[in-house]
């Protein structure tokens, strides 16, 4: 059988198959040597979307670059205010310590305050209370006793 019978032989369907296989055939040796046929523009949108997704995530991620690096030196500085404050809070204790030591241990710390003395550092303790209502011994504290201290002796007997 020579190619020419075969030809005749064919029905419409036949010739209809033969048909598309050509078709495959050509678009597949055409796509291979790099022709491209899109007729509604779909790479092009492709790729104009995937490189504006590419920016959007690029200038996201330089956003969470700043934001990590604005944390971080947030962080240093809370850490930095917070060894300040407990090297403050630490000389103070230790100062405080000394003076109750001091005061406790002076030659006249049994004996009553006069009149005067009292009235002048009440003013000054009312004058603290007044600039800073939140002291310990002011009437807005929470803790008026003042971490259990014994309340100022006023002039009279000793009891």
């Known amino acids: 059988m020579s190619a020419g019978s075969i030809l005749r032989a064919l029905t419409p369907l036949g010739w209809l198959a033969t048909g598309a296989v050509a078709l495959v055939l050509g678009f597949a040796l055409l796509g291979g040597l790099g ?3 899109d007729p509604l523009n779909l790479q092009q949108k492709r790729l104009a979307a995937a490189r504006s997704q590419a920016r959007d995530a690029a200038s996201s991620a330089q956003a969470q670059a700043e934001a990590r690096r604005i944390e971080t030196a947030g962080a240093a500085a809370q850490a930095k205010r917070v060894d300040h404050y407990q090297h403050t809070t630490t000389a103070v204790e230790r100062a405080t310590a000394t003076a109750v030591a001091q005061a406790r241990s002076a030659d006249d710390a049994d004996h009553p305050l006069e009149d005067r003395r009292a009235d002048r550092l009440r003013g000054h303790d009312d004058e603290l209370c007044r600039l800073a209502p ?7 504290a929470a803790d008026v006793a003042g971490s259990g201290e014994a309340a100022v002796r006023l002039g009279g007997p000793a009891g």
């Open 134 to 140: 939140d002291l310990d011994g002011c009437a807005g």
């Open 35 to 37: 022709f491209r046929w």
